[in-house]
């Protein structure tokens, strides 16, 4: 979504990392806040009494500077959100910014600063959320997350949203970014053509290849990519390894344990992903088109099945026809898969800051809290169509197909379901990666060469001094 990156991701989610912002623009980012943090220190009191109500102390009318990835959730929502902070505090002006080119428009504000008060960090232009962690330029939210919860003040916030939020929340040690929306990643189609046809998604890799020639006979192309977004083959590819070798596959991919990219589970899924490319069943010229175009040839029904996270439906809203019913559905498994079929990978993205050196910090700690109410989450969930980490939002909601069919997903795979971290804790690593995608992809290396390819760049980063390795237990 936002990501096309983390992804328009892009969007949602996709969290594309600039890698050569290291090597460019890189230092002088980091030298914006080199010099410590803001004039309240680590506290994020805003100057006002600390109450319950109120427990950053925000000045009322101190004004509030948002700054929104406008990539595959759009901002309304965030129009909303501020209508929410408004109405608590009447005194504010919020000024409102929905962009797709984070890093070109703040960066200068960084360098300068002077960063926004809260921003949403996406796309595949967001600032590497690794560096801002390393050169001291996020707030720490631990402050956020033992608040009051705004429905319940006898609940600390962090008893209010899904495990994976504060997983994910880690980098340097603390939680320094919240990742709102709970993304489900899986194979989508439509609901109608499959019914139509007499079409099951398949649960085994012999069944898929079976479906797929089916479908094939029927002049449509089993699969389409965003090629020229290889995340997101690339999820595919990670969700049948994960699930063939277990969880503890990607955790010693995130660990960046030596030998993990070549465990055999990685090059049965490589291979499987050249299998599908040479028996013709990828759509032709699929590999060249970004996700607006591969996204919108299969709602024309030109491909049976695409990879995506949950933002999907939201974003083809202006090109789906009326009777499609984007669905989701599982990766298949590989023969001798360790997980069952009914689970997926999941995250909890779309990357949510509040800068060190914002002029209002409090309000946008404020922000946050207020975005994890339920009223706040579950106005997201019926603008967008996707889920959020706050527990129970969604309880009561008249869901689209697709989050219906995403949620639906997610329950079924409970625990089994998993989530990866490299791409944000390596951000230069990210960018690289998704390259080595897409070249297996498109058929230019084989699965072995794949794994080494990518091996090298988890051992490099690994190597280097500058990167500070994260583990997973």
Sequence with gaps: MTTPDNLSRRLFLQRAAVGTLLATGGSTLLSACASGGSDDGNTGGGGAEQTTENPFGVKAADPLDVVIFKGGYGDDY???HEELYKKKFPETTIKHAGITDITPQLQPRFNGGNPPDVIDNSGASLLPMSTLASSGQLADLTALFDAPSIDDPNKKVRDTVEPITLEAAMLEGKPLVLDYVLTVYALWYNKPLFAKNGWEPAKTWTEFLAL???????GIAPLAHQGKHPYYIGQVLMDMAVKHGGHEVIKAIDSLEPNAWKHESI???AEAILELKGKGYMMQGTEGLDHIQSQTAWNQGKAAFIPSGSWLENEQKPVAPKDFETTATFTPLLDGSKLPVDCTEISAGENFIVPEKA??????LEYLRIMLSKEAAGKFTELTGSPTVVKGAAEGLKLSPGASSANA???????????????TWYSTMDKPIRSVYGELAAARITADEFCARAQKLADDTAKDPATKKQTRS
Aim: net charge positive; with cysteine; proline share 0%.
């Design 212 to 218: 797929c020639e089916e479908i094939k006979k029927a």
């Design 267 to 269: 090059k049965a899924a």
């Design 78 to 80: 965030a129009k909303a």
């Design 359 to 364: 002029k209002n910090k409090a309000g946008g």
């Design 409 to 423: 997903l997610l329950e079924s795979g409970g625990e089994n379901n998993w989530t990866t971290y490299f791409a």
